[in-house]
T-cell receptor
Framework: GENVEQHPSTLSVQEGDSAVIKCTYSDSASNYFPWYKQELGKGPQLIIDIRSNVGEKKDQRIAVTLNKTAKHFSLHITETQPEDSAVYFCAASISNYQLIWGAGTKLIIKP | GAGVSQTPSNKVTEKGKYVELRCDPISGHTALYWYRQSLGQGPEFLIYFQGTGAADDSGLPNDRFFAVRPEGSVSTLKIQRTERGDSAVYLC??????????????FGPGTRLTVL
């Protein structure tokens, strides 16, 4: 069946450095790739998304890249801050409304 | 304005009991989704409502799970004869439009269900 693999499961970076989280997906029909941030005790919050007709999208310190040929997409966070600490999930669409999610990356920002 | 709310925030029950989990979506949002999230995993799709009708319930694991949205707003997820494997956080999300129309999903804080 369809799946999304996400790496790494835990990422620890020094405050101010960059963080990169990578995902691969299996369904070649996927055309929507959102990234969510989940803080402890809260539901996931959309931080950025990309559609298959775009290769890169940026929003301030956050950027996402998509390689449809390789079925890879990545989240880049620059100038990391303590409030970036959370669990990040990638997801890929498998229908008009269904998403399949990665297992998550726990991002730790060290002061 | 208020976001998506879910009640209760925590529910502890015994194996075999019946539970109801409630979701209040953002006012005016026509699409509503239920997900289940196990520890250390991403959310798993359960069911999608467009208005009052369940447009897709293919993610419900078995017939012990059922969800309703009678007036197109509040939704209730119902689990009969609970099993220990049902323990998880149940998330609800709503969107103004279906995702294909650009509708971002807004999540509630979830209900943590523990089956003893």
């Amino acid at each position: 069946g369809e799946n999304v693999e996400q790496h790494p499961s835990t990422l620890s970076v020094q405050e101010g450095d960059s963080a990169v989280i990578k995902c691969t997906y299996s369904d070649s029909a996927s055309n929507y790739f959102p990234w969510y941030k989940q803080e402890l005790g809260k539901g996931p919050q959309l931080i950025i998304d990309i559609r298959s007709n775009v290769g890169e999208k940026k929003d301030q310190r956050i950027a996402v890249t998509l390689n449809k040929t390789a079925k890879h997409f990545s989240l880049h966070i620059t100038e990391t801050q303590p409030e970036d600490s959370a669990v990040y999930f990638c997801a890929a669409s498998i229908s008009n409304y269904q998403l399949i999610w990665g297992a998550g990356t726990k991002l730790i920002i060290k002061p | 304005g208020a976001g998506v709310s879910q009640t209760p925030s925590n529910k502890v029950t015994e194996k075999g009991k019946y539970v109801e989990l409630r979701c209040d979506p953002i006012s005016g949002h026509t699409a509503l989704y239920w997900y289940r999230q196990s520890l250390g995993q991403g959310p798993e799709f359960l069911i999608y409502f467009q208005g009052t009708g369940a447009a897709d319930d293919s993610g419900l694991p078995n017939d012990r799970f059922f969800a309703v949205r009678p007036e197109g707003s509040v939704s209730t997820l119902k689990i009969q004869r609970t099993e220990r494997g049902d323990s998880a956080v149940y998330l609800c999300a709503s969107s103004l439009l279906p995702r294909t129309s650009g509708g971002e999903q807004f999540f509630g804080p979830g209900t943590r269900l523990t089956v003893l």
